[in-house]
Protein backbone atom coordinates (compact mmCIF):
# COMPACT_ATOMS: atom_id res chain seq x y z
CA UNK A 1 0.00 0.00 0.00
CA UNK A 2 1.30 3.39 -0.89
CA UNK A 3 1.79 6.07 1.89
CA UNK A 4 -1.06 8.09 -0.31
CA UNK A 5 -3.72 4.97 0.06
CA UNK A 6 -2.77 5.06 3.31
CA UNK A 7 -3.54 7.94 4.35
CA UNK A 8 -7.12 8.16 2.60
CA UNK A 9 -7.96 4.90 4.00
CA UNK A 10 -6.94 6.77 7.62
CA UNK A 11 -8.94 9.13 6.62
CA UNK A 12 -11.90 7.46 5.71
CA UNK A 13 -11.85 5.41 8.92
CA UNK A 14 -11.47 8.83 10.90
CA UNK A 15 -14.93 10.06 9.41
CA UNK A 16 -16.82 7.19 9.53
CA UNK A 17 -15.99 6.75 13.35
CA UNK A 18 -17.15 10.50 13.77
CA UNK A 19 -20.41 9.54 12.12
CA UNK A 20 -20.76 6.55 14.36
CA UNK A 21 -20.02 8.76 17.12
CA UNK A 22 -22.64 11.38 16.35
CA UNK A 23 -24.95 8.40 16.22
CA UNK A 24 -24.46 7.29 19.27
CA UNK A 25 -25.19 10.22 20.86
CA UNK A 26 -28.19 10.39 18.96
CA UNK A 27 -29.55 6.97 20.52
CA UNK A 28 -29.19 7.94 23.93
CA UNK A 29 -32.43 10.24 23.21
CA UNK A 30 -34.33 6.83 24.94
CA UNK A 31 -33.44 4.50 26.58
CA UNK A 32 -35.11 2.08 24.66
CA UNK A 33 -32.33 2.78 21.40
CA UNK A 34 -29.14 3.83 23.65
CA UNK A 35 -27.78 0.89 24.10
CA UNK A 36 -27.08 0.70 19.98
CA UNK A 37 -25.43 4.07 21.05
CA UNK A 38 -22.99 2.68 22.77
CA UNK A 39 -22.34 -0.16 20.56
CA UNK A 40 -21.61 2.60 17.35
CA UNK A 41 -19.35 4.24 19.90
CA UNK A 42 -17.60 1.34 20.57
CA UNK A 43 -17.07 0.12 17.00
CA UNK A 44 -16.32 3.96 15.99
CA UNK A 45 -13.38 4.58 18.49
CA UNK A 46 -12.13 1.03 17.66
CA UNK A 47 -11.97 1.84 14.15
CA UNK A 48 -10.16 4.74 14.64
CA UNK A 49 -8.01 3.22 17.26
CA UNK A 50 -6.75 0.41 15.15
CA UNK A 51 -6.06 2.43 11.97
CA UNK A 52 -3.94 4.49 13.89
CA UNK A 53 -1.63 1.53 14.64
CA UNK A 54 -1.10 1.62 10.41
CA UNK A 55 0.37 5.31 10.55
CA UNK A 56 4.13 5.39 8.51
CA UNK A 57 5.12 7.55 11.87
CA UNK A 58 5.04 5.01 14.26
CA UNK A 59 8.75 3.16 14.61
CA UNK A 60 8.13 1.68 18.08
CA UNK A 61 5.22 -0.25 19.14
CA UNK A 62 6.36 -1.84 22.91
CA UNK A 63 5.28 1.54 24.82
CA UNK A 64 2.31 1.71 22.98
CA UNK A 65 1.03 -1.60 24.16
CA UNK A 66 2.44 -1.59 27.46
CA UNK A 67 0.68 1.98 28.29
CA UNK A 68 -2.51 0.18 26.29
CA UNK A 69 -3.05 -2.65 28.70
CA UNK A 70 -2.10 -0.40 31.47
CA UNK A 71 -5.37 1.72 30.77
CA UNK A 72 -7.26 -1.45 30.23
CA UNK A 73 -6.28 -2.64 33.89
CA UNK A 74 -7.16 0.90 35.10
CA UNK A 75 -10.49 1.05 33.12
CA UNK A 76 -11.97 -2.04 34.15
CA UNK A 77 -12.27 -1.78 37.71
CA UNK A 78 -13.33 1.72 37.00
CA UNK A 79 -15.88 0.86 34.92
CA UNK A 80 -17.26 -1.79 37.32
CA UNK A 81 -17.71 0.50 40.46
CA UNK A 82 -20.66 0.78 42.33
CA UNK A 83 -23.63 3.22 40.91
CA UNK A 84 -23.30 5.49 43.99
CA UNK A 85 -19.38 6.11 43.23
CA UNK A 86 -20.26 6.96 39.52
CA UNK A 87 -19.94 10.56 40.21
CA UNK A 88 -16.01 10.77 41.96
CA UNK A 89 -15.33 8.05 38.72
CA UNK A 90 -16.50 10.71 36.20
CA UNK A 91 -14.71 13.41 38.08
CA UNK A 92 -11.59 10.85 37.96
CA UNK A 93 -12.15 10.15 34.10
CA UNK A 94 -12.30 14.07 33.43
CA UNK A 95 -8.86 14.11 35.45
CA UNK A 96 -7.46 11.81 33.28
CA UNK A 97 -8.78 12.87 30.06
CA UNK A 98 -7.27 16.33 31.25
CA UNK A 99 -4.40 14.71 31.64
CA UNK A 100 -3.89 12.62 28.49
CA UNK A 101 -4.82 16.17 26.36
CA UNK A 102 -2.19 17.89 27.99
CA UNK A 103 0.49 15.64 28.13
CA UNK A 104 0.47 15.92 24.05
CA UNK A 105 0.39 19.14 23.98
CA UNK A 106 3.77 19.30 26.21
CA UNK A 107 5.01 16.71 24.04
CA UNK A 108 4.16 18.45 21.31
CA UNK A 109 5.97 22.24 22.35
CA UNK A 110 8.92 20.22 22.93
CA UNK A 111 8.87 18.19 19.72
CA UNK A 112 8.36 21.36 17.94
CA UNK A 113 10.85 23.81 19.26
CA UNK A 114 12.88 25.79 17.95
CA UNK A 115 10.35 25.81 14.76
CA UNK A 116 7.38 27.10 16.18
CA UNK A 117 5.04 29.76 15.13
CA UNK A 118 3.29 32.41 16.99
CA UNK A 119 0.01 30.94 16.10
CA UNK A 120 1.05 27.48 17.21
CA UNK A 121 2.24 28.70 20.57
CA UNK A 122 -1.10 30.52 21.23
CA UNK A 123 -2.98 27.14 20.63
CA UNK A 124 -0.82 25.19 22.33
CA UNK A 125 -0.71 27.13 25.69
CA UNK A 126 -4.13 27.85 25.58
CA UNK A 127 -4.70 23.75 25.44
CA UNK A 128 -1.96 23.13 28.05
CA UNK A 129 -3.59 25.73 30.15
CA UNK A 130 -7.04 24.88 30.55
CA UNK A 131 -5.69 20.75 30.95
CA UNK A 132 -3.53 21.57 33.45
CA UNK A 133 -6.39 22.86 35.53
CA UNK A 134 -9.04 20.59 34.57
CA UNK A 135 -6.60 17.73 35.29
CA UNK A 136 -6.16 19.30 39.15
CA UNK A 137 -9.74 20.70 39.77
CA UNK A 138 -11.22 17.43 38.66
CA UNK A 139 -8.81 15.06 40.75
CA UNK A 140 -10.03 17.67 43.81
CA UNK A 141 -13.69 17.04 42.72
CA UNK A 142 -13.37 13.24 42.63
CA UNK A 143 -11.48 13.87 46.31
CA UNK A 144 -14.55 16.01 47.43
CA UNK A 145 -17.09 13.19 46.18
CA UNK A 146 -14.86 10.46 47.31
CA UNK A 147 -14.88 12.18 50.59
CA UNK A 148 -10.84 12.32 50.91
CA UNK A 149 -11.29 15.87 51.14
CA UNK A 150 -13.94 18.27 53.27
CA UNK A 151 -17.06 18.41 51.24
CA UNK A 152 -18.01 21.89 52.84
CA UNK A 153 -16.85 24.89 50.72
CA UNK A 154 -13.14 25.88 52.20
CA UNK A 155 -12.59 29.26 51.92
CA UNK A 156 -10.67 32.43 53.24
CA UNK A 157 -10.45 36.31 52.64
CA UNK A 158 -9.53 37.21 49.71
CA UNK A 159 -9.99 33.97 48.00
CA UNK A 160 -11.04 35.13 44.66
CA UNK A 161 -8.15 37.40 44.25
CA UNK A 162 -5.58 35.08 44.90
CA UNK A 163 -7.50 32.84 42.25
CA UNK A 164 -7.23 35.55 39.50
CA UNK A 165 -4.03 36.55 40.50
CA UNK A 166 -2.79 33.11 39.71
CA UNK A 167 -4.77 32.56 36.41
CA UNK A 168 -3.46 35.92 35.60
CA UNK A 169 -0.19 34.79 35.73
CA UNK A 170 -0.75 31.68 33.86
CA UNK A 171 -1.80 34.21 31.17
CA UNK A 172 0.94 36.58 31.39
CA UNK A 173 3.56 33.54 31.52
CA UNK A 174 1.20 32.85 28.15
CA UNK A 175 2.21 35.60 26.81
CA UNK A 176 5.67 35.64 27.22
CA UNK A 177 6.38 32.48 25.56
CA UNK A 178 4.23 33.29 22.63
CA UNK A 179 6.43 36.59 21.82
CA UNK A 180 9.70 34.33 22.75
CA UNK A 181 8.70 30.58 22.29
CA UNK A 182 12.23 29.65 23.08
CA UNK A 183 12.37 30.95 26.65
CA UNK A 184 12.00 27.40 27.55
CA UNK A 185 12.03 27.66 31.18
CA UNK A 186 8.75 29.34 31.24
CA UNK A 187 6.81 26.62 30.28
CA UNK A 188 6.79 24.26 32.98
CA UNK A 189 5.92 27.19 34.75
CA UNK A 190 2.99 28.01 33.39
CA UNK A 191 2.25 24.27 33.35
CA UNK A 192 2.86 24.21 37.23
CA UNK A 193 0.79 27.77 37.62
CA UNK A 194 -2.33 26.37 36.13
CA UNK A 195 -1.89 23.11 37.76
CA UNK A 196 -2.00 25.59 40.97
CA UNK A 197 -5.20 27.11 39.61
CA UNK A 198 -6.95 24.04 39.39
CA UNK A 199 -6.92 23.35 42.67
CA UNK A 200 -7.29 26.46 43.94
CA UNK A 201 -10.95 26.74 41.46
CA UNK A 202 -12.65 23.78 42.92
CA UNK A 203 -11.40 23.65 46.68
CA UNK A 204 -13.78 26.63 47.57
CA UNK A 205 -16.51 24.94 46.12
CA UNK A 206 -19.24 22.86 48.04
CA UNK A 207 -20.44 19.51 47.96
CA UNK A 208 -24.03 20.57 47.03
CA UNK A 209 -22.71 22.35 44.08
CA UNK A 210 -20.55 19.61 42.26
CA UNK A 211 -23.45 18.67 39.91
CA UNK A 212 -22.62 21.73 38.03
CA UNK A 213 -18.89 21.28 38.88
CA UNK A 214 -18.22 17.94 37.48
CA UNK A 215 -20.75 19.54 34.22
CA UNK A 216 -18.54 22.27 33.95
CA UNK A 217 -15.05 20.37 34.34
CA UNK A 218 -16.73 18.09 31.38
CA UNK A 219 -17.20 20.79 28.97
CA UNK A 220 -13.42 22.37 29.76
CA UNK A 221 -12.41 18.35 29.04
CA UNK A 222 -14.37 18.62 25.52
CA UNK A 223 -12.76 22.14 25.09
CA UNK A 224 -8.95 20.61 26.21
CA UNK A 225 -9.63 17.65 23.05
CA UNK A 226 -10.32 20.15 20.54
CA UNK A 227 -7.81 22.88 20.88
CA UNK A 228 -5.89 19.23 20.67
CA UNK A 229 -7.44 18.66 17.45
CA UNK A 230 -6.39 22.46 16.06
CA UNK A 231 -3.01 22.15 17.43
CA UNK A 232 -2.11 18.57 15.83
CA UNK A 233 -4.73 19.47 13.18
CA UNK A 234 -6.84 16.46 13.61
CA UNK A 235 -10.16 16.53 12.86
CA UNK A 236 -11.68 13.43 15.03
CA UNK A 237 -10.18 15.04 17.90
CA UNK A 238 -12.28 18.55 16.99
CA UNK A 239 -15.07 16.29 16.73
CA UNK A 240 -15.22 14.66 20.04
CA UNK A 241 -14.34 17.41 21.60
CA UNK A 242 -16.97 19.55 20.52
CA UNK A 243 -19.25 17.10 21.28
CA UNK A 244 -17.84 16.51 24.57
CA UNK A 245 -17.82 20.27 25.14
CA UNK A 246 -21.25 21.01 24.48
CA UNK A 247 -22.86 18.42 26.14
CA UNK A 248 -20.87 19.33 29.48
CA UNK A 249 -22.11 22.66 28.44
CA UNK A 250 -25.47 22.54 28.32
CA UNK A 251 -25.89 19.82 31.74
CA UNK A 252 -23.88 22.64 33.34
CA UNK A 253 -26.70 25.31 32.44
CA UNK A 254 -29.26 22.67 33.29
CA UNK A 255 -27.83 22.31 36.76
CA UNK A 256 -27.63 26.15 36.58
CA UNK A 257 -31.70 26.33 36.27
CA UNK A 258 -32.20 23.78 38.62
CA UNK A 259 -30.47 25.55 41.75
CA UNK A 260 -31.06 29.36 40.23
CA UNK A 261 -27.31 30.30 40.25
CA UNK A 262 -25.35 31.45 37.77
CA UNK A 263 -21.82 30.72 36.57
CA UNK A 264 -19.57 32.92 38.40
CA UNK A 265 -21.88 32.44 41.23
CA UNK A 266 -21.33 28.72 41.17
CA UNK A 267 -17.27 29.65 41.18
CA UNK A 268 -16.73 32.34 42.65
CA UNK A 269 -19.87 32.64 46.03
CA UNK A 270 -19.32 29.24 48.15
CA UNK A 271 -22.57 28.35 49.31
CA UNK A 272 -23.88 27.28 52.40
CA UNK A 273 -22.47 29.40 55.07
CA UNK A 274 -25.39 31.24 55.25
CA UNK A 275 -28.47 30.49 58.82
CA UNK A 276 -29.43 33.87 59.41
CA UNK A 277 -33.56 34.26 59.32
CA UNK A 278 -34.75 31.22 60.39
CA UNK A 279 -33.15 31.25 64.08
CA UNK A 280 -35.15 33.01 66.25
CA UNK A 281 -38.83 32.03 65.32
CA UNK A 282 -37.40 28.06 65.39
CA UNK A 283 -38.34 27.86 69.30
CA UNK A 284 -42.30 27.64 69.44
CA UNK A 285 -42.70 25.87 66.12
CA UNK A 286 -44.16 21.84 66.86
CA UNK A 287 -43.89 19.38 64.28
CA UNK A 288 -46.27 16.37 64.32
CA UNK A 289 -44.10 12.38 63.79
CA UNK A 290 -45.44 8.97 63.00
CA UNK A 291 -45.02 5.36 63.39
CA UNK A 292 -44.55 3.36 60.73
CA UNK A 293 -47.85 2.02 60.98
CA UNK A 294 -49.41 5.28 60.86
CA UNK A 295 -47.48 5.91 57.89
CA UNK A 296 -48.24 2.75 56.85
CA UNK A 297 -52.30 3.20 57.04
CA UNK A 298 -52.04 6.66 55.19
CA UNK A 299 -50.38 4.96 52.41
CA UNK A 300 -52.05 2.05 51.86
CA UNK A 301 -55.15 4.50 51.65
CA UNK A 302 -54.13 6.77 48.88
CA UNK A 303 -54.58 6.63 45.49
CA UNK A 304 -51.84 8.51 44.15
CA UNK A 305 -48.16 8.64 45.84
CA UNK A 306 -45.42 10.78 44.92
CA UNK A 307 -42.03 9.52 46.51
CA UNK A 308 -39.28 12.35 46.39
CA UNK A 309 -35.65 10.63 46.75
CA UNK A 310 -32.15 12.66 47.30
CA UNK A 311 -29.05 11.53 48.16
CA UNK A 312 -29.36 10.60 51.31
CA UNK A 313 -31.62 8.06 50.57
CA UNK A 314 -28.48 6.37 48.41
CA UNK A 315 -26.42 7.17 51.53
CA UNK A 316 -28.94 5.66 53.35
CA UNK A 317 -28.49 2.52 50.97
CA UNK A 318 -31.94 2.56 51.41
CA UNK A 319 -33.26 2.17 47.46
CA UNK A 320 -33.74 -1.63 47.56
CA UNK A 321 -36.18 -0.87 50.64
CA UNK A 322 -37.70 2.06 48.61
CA UNK A 323 -38.16 -0.35 45.58
CA UNK A 324 -40.17 -3.30 47.58
CA UNK A 325 -42.40 -0.17 49.28
CA UNK A 326 -42.85 0.82 45.11
CA UNK A 327 -43.71 -3.17 44.33
CA UNK A 328 -45.79 -3.87 47.69
CA UNK A 329 -48.25 -0.57 46.70
CA UNK A 330 -47.97 -0.95 43.08
CA UNK A 331 -49.62 -4.15 44.19
CA UNK A 332 -52.58 -2.91 45.62
CA UNK A 333 -53.66 -0.72 43.01
CA UNK A 334 -51.80 2.73 43.82
CA UNK A 335 -50.41 4.30 41.74
CA UNK A 336 -46.72 5.46 42.63
CA UNK A 337 -44.22 7.69 40.98
CA UNK A 338 -40.75 8.90 41.39
CA UNK A 339 -40.77 12.79 41.63
CA UNK A 340 -36.78 13.51 40.59
CA UNK A 341 -35.14 17.10 41.13
CA UNK A 342 -32.29 17.59 38.22
CA UNK A 343 -30.00 18.35 40.87
CA UNK A 344 -30.92 15.41 43.34
CA UNK A 345 -27.39 13.26 43.23
CA UNK A 346 -24.02 14.51 43.35
CA UNK A 347 -24.38 14.43 39.04
CA UNK A 348 -26.62 15.42 36.47
CA UNK A 349 -29.47 11.86 36.32
CA UNK A 350 -27.27 10.45 39.12
CA UNK A 351 -30.42 9.56 41.26
CA UNK A 352 -32.44 8.38 37.52
CA UNK A 353 -29.42 5.53 37.82
CA UNK A 354 -29.68 4.61 41.23
CA UNK A 355 -33.78 4.17 41.16
CA UNK A 356 -33.10 2.14 37.79
CA UNK A 357 -30.13 -0.02 40.00
CA UNK A 358 -32.52 -0.90 42.26
CA UNK A 359 -35.44 -2.35 39.28
CA UNK A 360 -37.65 0.68 39.73
CA UNK A 361 -39.20 1.10 36.21
CA UNK A 362 -37.92 4.23 34.12
CA UNK A 363 -41.72 5.22 32.94
CA UNK A 364 -42.19 5.55 36.51
CA UNK A 365 -39.53 8.02 36.93
CA UNK A 366 -40.94 11.36 36.07
CA UNK A 367 -39.48 15.32 36.25
CA UNK A 368 -39.78 18.24 37.98
CA UNK A 369 -42.27 19.45 35.52
CA UNK A 370 -44.47 17.10 35.56
CA UNK A 371 -43.91 16.12 39.40
CA UNK A 372 -45.38 19.60 40.02
CA UNK A 373 -47.99 19.64 37.85
CA UNK A 374 -49.43 15.91 39.33
CA UNK A 375 -48.68 17.30 42.87
CA UNK A 376 -51.96 18.78 43.81
CA UNK A 377 -53.55 15.40 42.89
CA UNK A 378 -51.65 13.69 44.74
CA UNK A 379 -52.60 12.07 47.98
CA UNK A 380 -49.10 11.36 49.44
CA UNK A 381 -45.82 13.08 48.87
CA UNK A 382 -43.00 10.58 50.13
CA UNK A 383 -39.67 12.48 50.98
CA UNK A 384 -36.48 9.97 51.47
CA UNK A 385 -33.32 11.76 52.27
CA UNK A 386 -33.99 14.72 49.81
CA UNK A 387 -34.39 18.14 51.77
CA UNK A 388 -33.36 21.76 50.23
CA UNK A 389 -35.38 20.74 46.92
CA UNK A 390 -38.56 20.46 48.31
CA UNK A 391 -38.15 23.62 50.41
CA UNK A 392 -41.03 26.58 50.39
CA UNK A 393 -39.13 29.07 51.48
CA UNK A 394 -37.22 28.70 47.39
CA UNK A 395 -40.37 30.45 46.87
CA UNK A 396 -41.80 32.19 49.48
CA UNK A 397 -38.85 33.64 51.45
CA UNK A 398 -37.00 36.22 49.91
CA UNK A 399 -34.13 36.81 52.29
CA UNK A 400 -33.61 32.28 51.96
CA UNK A 401 -30.46 31.89 50.10
CA UNK A 402 -32.21 29.03 48.11
CA UNK A 403 -34.75 31.69 46.99
CA UNK A 404 -35.53 31.47 43.31
CA UNK A 405 -34.92 28.10 43.08
CA UNK A 406 -37.24 26.08 41.28
CA UNK A 407 -38.50 23.44 43.77
CA UNK A 408 -40.51 20.12 43.72
CA UNK A 409 -43.77 21.58 44.98
CA UNK A 410 -44.52 18.35 47.67
CA UNK A 411 -46.36 21.29 49.86
CA UNK A 412 -49.31 21.14 47.13
CA UNK A 413 -49.83 17.33 48.03
CA UNK A 414 -52.30 16.38 50.35
CA UNK A 415 -50.21 14.87 52.55
CA UNK A 416 -46.33 15.29 53.28
CA UNK A 417 -44.54 12.35 54.82
CA UNK A 418 -40.26 13.12 55.41
CA UNK A 419 -38.22 10.68 56.28
CA UNK A 420 -35.36 11.73 58.15
CA UNK A 421 -32.71 11.14 60.83
CA UNK A 422 -33.54 14.34 62.73
CA UNK A 423 -34.37 18.17 62.05
CA UNK A 424 -31.12 19.02 61.09
CA UNK A 425 -30.81 21.10 58.39
CA UNK A 426 -29.73 20.25 54.94
CA UNK A 427 -26.64 19.74 52.93
CA UNK A 428 -26.52 23.81 52.28
CA UNK A 429 -27.34 24.26 55.60
CA UNK A 430 -30.39 25.51 55.63
CA UNK A 431 -33.94 25.32 57.90
CA UNK A 432 -36.75 23.51 55.84
CA UNK A 433 -40.44 25.48 56.82
CA UNK A 434 -41.78 22.28 55.05
CA UNK A 435 -41.24 20.03 58.59
CA UNK A 436 -43.57 22.63 60.46
CA UNK A 437 -46.88 22.50 58.13
CA UNK A 438 -50.05 20.96 59.22
CA UNK A 439 -50.13 18.77 56.47
CA UNK A 440 -46.62 17.33 56.82
CA UNK A 441 -45.93 14.21 58.98
CA UNK A 442 -41.97 13.22 60.08
CA UNK A 443 -41.14 9.92 60.18
CA UNK A 444 -37.88 9.85 62.52
CA UNK A 445 -35.12 7.13 61.66
CA UNK A 446 -32.99 5.84 59.62
CA UNK A 447 -34.37 5.50 55.60
CA UNK A 448 -33.85 2.15 54.91
CA UNK A 449 -35.33 0.55 58.65
CA UNK A 450 -38.16 3.10 58.51
CA UNK A 451 -38.91 2.04 54.45
CA UNK A 452 -38.08 -1.71 55.86
CA UNK A 453 -40.65 -1.15 58.99
CA UNK A 454 -43.46 0.23 56.57
CA UNK A 455 -43.36 -2.31 53.49
CA UNK A 456 -43.53 -5.16 56.28
CA UNK A 457 -46.52 -3.46 57.77
CA UNK A 458 -48.26 -3.54 54.60
CA UNK A 459 -47.43 -6.44 53.67
CA UNK A 460 -48.76 -7.97 56.61
CA UNK A 461 -51.96 -5.76 56.95
CA UNK A 462 -54.26 -8.06 54.83
CA UNK A 463 -56.39 -5.56 52.89
CA UNK A 464 -55.32 -6.04 49.87
CA UNK B 1 -2.00 31.40 10.28
CA UNK B 2 -1.94 27.76 9.28
CA UNK B 3 -3.98 26.30 6.46
CA UNK B 4 -5.82 23.98 8.54
CA UNK B 5 -7.15 26.63 10.89
CA UNK B 6 -10.14 27.56 9.09
CA UNK B 7 -10.97 24.50 8.18
CA UNK B 8 -10.88 23.12 11.46
CA UNK B 9 -12.96 25.73 12.99
CA UNK B 10 -15.77 24.92 10.41
CA UNK B 11 -15.50 21.78 11.91
CA UNK B 12 -15.52 22.49 15.49
CA UNK B 13 -18.47 25.30 14.91
CA UNK B 14 -20.55 22.56 12.96
CA UNK B 15 -20.21 19.61 15.41
CA UNK B 16 -20.85 22.06 18.45
CA UNK B 17 -24.37 22.45 16.39
CA UNK B 18 -24.68 19.03 15.75
CA UNK B 19 -23.41 18.49 19.34
CA UNK B 20 -25.82 20.44 21.03
CA UNK B 21 -29.07 20.25 19.01
CA UNK B 22 -28.40 15.99 19.37
CA UNK B 23 -27.54 16.37 23.44
CA UNK B 24 -30.45 18.75 23.60
CA UNK B 25 -32.75 15.52 22.51
CA UNK B 26 -30.96 13.33 25.83
CA UNK B 27 -33.68 11.99 28.19
CA UNK B 28 -32.43 13.97 31.55
CA UNK B 29 -33.16 10.11 32.53
CA UNK B 30 -29.89 9.62 31.20
CA UNK B 31 -27.93 12.26 32.07
CA UNK B 32 -25.50 10.03 33.69
CA UNK B 33 -24.90 7.83 30.85
CA UNK B 34 -24.67 10.63 28.36
CA UNK B 35 -21.44 12.09 30.78
CA UNK B 36 -20.24 8.83 31.01
CA UNK B 37 -20.60 8.37 27.15
CA UNK B 38 -18.86 11.90 25.98
CA UNK B 39 -16.12 10.96 27.86
CA UNK B 40 -15.64 7.52 26.68
CA UNK B 41 -15.80 9.16 23.02
CA UNK B 42 -13.67 12.20 24.27
CA UNK B 43 -11.09 9.28 25.10
CA UNK B 44 -10.44 9.28 20.95
CA UNK B 45 -7.34 11.77 21.98
CA UNK B 46 -5.57 8.00 22.44
CA UNK B 47 -4.69 8.11 18.22
CA UNK B 48 -2.92 11.08 18.79
CA UNK B 49 -1.24 9.39 22.34
CA UNK B 50 -0.58 6.74 20.44
CA UNK B 51 1.76 8.38 17.68
CA UNK B 52 3.55 10.45 20.19
CA UNK B 53 4.29 7.63 22.21
CA UNK B 54 5.32 5.29 18.81
CA UNK B 55 6.78 8.11 16.89
CA UNK B 56 10.70 9.13 15.78
CA UNK B 57 11.20 11.65 19.26
CA UNK B 58 12.74 12.45 22.18
CA UNK B 59 12.39 9.83 25.41
CA UNK B 60 10.18 13.12 27.34
CA UNK B 61 8.32 12.12 24.49
CA UNK B 62 7.36 8.89 24.11
CA UNK B 63 6.79 8.91 27.89
CA UNK B 64 4.38 11.90 27.94
CA UNK B 65 2.88 9.59 25.11
CA UNK B 66 2.70 6.60 26.50
CA UNK B 67 1.07 7.88 29.78
CA UNK B 68 -1.35 9.83 27.87
CA UNK B 69 -2.02 6.33 26.04
CA UNK B 70 -3.29 4.87 29.51
CA UNK B 71 -4.94 7.61 30.57
CA UNK B 72 -6.77 8.31 27.61
CA UNK B 73 -7.33 4.53 27.14
CA UNK B 74 -8.78 3.78 30.41
CA UNK B 75 -11.84 6.52 29.81
CA UNK B 76 -12.01 4.44 27.02
CA UNK B 77 -12.96 1.05 28.31
CA UNK B 78 -14.07 2.07 31.73
CA UNK B 79 -16.57 4.64 30.14
CA UNK B 80 -18.00 2.43 27.57
CA UNK B 81 -17.98 -0.75 30.12
CA UNK B 82 -20.11 2.01 32.48
CA UNK B 83 -22.39 3.31 30.46
CA UNK B 84 -23.42 0.15 29.17
CA UNK B 85 -23.89 -1.36 32.48
CA UNK B 86 -26.12 1.39 33.27
CA UNK B 87 -28.33 1.70 30.24
CA UNK B 88 -28.94 -2.27 31.15
CA UNK B 89 -30.81 -1.14 34.36
CA UNK B 90 -33.00 1.00 32.71
CA UNK B 91 -36.16 -1.21 32.24
CA UNK B 92 -40.16 -0.38 31.77
CA UNK B 93 -43.13 -1.25 34.03
CA UNK B 94 -44.21 -4.85 33.07
CA UNK B 95 -41.27 -6.59 31.82
CA UNK B 96 -39.33 -7.84 34.52
CA UNK B 97 -35.64 -9.19 34.70
CA UNK B 98 -34.61 -10.60 31.46
Redesign the interface.
Known sequence: MTPLTLQYLTDFAYII?VAL??L???W????AT??H??LA??I??AM??VT??F?P?????K??L???L????????????H?TA?PQ??AM??A??A???A??G???Y??RIPHI?K??MTEIALEVIIGSLSFTGSLIAAGKLQELLPQRPITYKGQNYVSLSVLGAAVLIALVLIVHPLYTFFFPCMVAISLIFGVLLVTPIGGADMPTV??LL?SY??LT??L???V?????????????????F??SV?MCKAMNRSFTNVIFGAFGKLQVSAAAEKEDRTVRSASPEEAAAILGAANTVIVVPGYGMAVAQAQHKVRELFDVLSKKGIDVKFG?H?VAGR????M??LL??A?I?????I?METANSEMPQTDVALIIGANDVTNPAAKTDEGSPIYGMPIIEVDNARTVMVIKRSLNPGFAGIDNSLYYMEKTLMLFGDAKAFVGDIVRELAGGGHA | MPAGFISNLYVFILAGFVGFEVIRRVSPLLHTPLMALTNALDAIVVVAAIIIAGREGTKLSAILGAIAVAAAFSNMVGGFLITDRMLRMFKLSGRKKQ
Do not use: C
Request: charged share 10%.
Open positions: AFISLKLSSPARGVGEGAAVTFNELVQFWIIALLGTMIGIPLGLVMVRTSHFGLAALIISEYMTFEISNVGAALGFLNSKVLVVAGALDGSSGILIIPMPGHNVAEDPYDRLD
